[in-house]
């Protein structure tokens, strides 16, 4: 099984992560996985998650 790296465009942060509260990590972390599964679904891909570890 090979593995297919996916690079995300780099963003301009208003501040940097560990600055961020607790709701807005949250939102920027849905963000990304939102950008991440959009790009790996746009190859035929599915990210590897725990879920689709179990699932196999």
């Keep these: ?10 963003g301009e942060a208003k501040r940097p992560y560990f600055e ?3 709701v807005e990590r949250k939102e920027v972390s849905v963000k990304v996985w ?7 679904a746009s190859i035929g ?3 590897i998650t725990r ?6």
Excluded at 51 to 56: R, V, Y
């Design 1 to 10: 099984m090979g593995t297919t790296i996916i690079i995300l465009e780099k």
């Design 20 to 22: 961020m509260s607790e």
């Design 34 to 40: 939102e950008e991440v599964k959009r790009k790996a």
């Design 45 to 47: 891909k599915y990210p």
């Design 51 to 56: 879920n689709t570890l179990n699932s196999k």
